[in-house]
């Protein structure tokens, strides 16, 4: 900030509640004109089941390169 800028508290103060206030009437706004559409659920078997579990043995050697090689 400048040194020679005359700026009092209430100036201050007054300008960051407008702003405040404009970003929470502009935000209200924008709000109520876009509006989210209906959600609707998956449908059953949309989404794939694993077919084979985790390999934790795999997991862990991959955890321990990377922690110790990689720089982890």
């Known amino acids: 900030m400048k ?3 005359d700026l009092s ?3 201050f103060l007054l300008g960051g509640a407008g702003a405040i206030l404009g970003g929470a009437i502009v935000g209200s706004i924008g ?3 876009i509006k989210p559409g209906i959600a609707h659920a998956a449908m059953p078997g949309y989404f794939p089941r694993p ?3 985790l390999d934790e043995n795999l997991a862990r050697k991959f955890g321990w ?3 110790f090689k990689s720089g982890g």
């Open 65 to 67: 390169h990377h922690y």
């Open 3 to 5: 040194k020679d800028v």
């Open 9 to 11: 508290r209430r100036k």
């Open 31 to 33: 709000g109520s004109i």
């Open 51 to 53: 077919t084979n579990l």
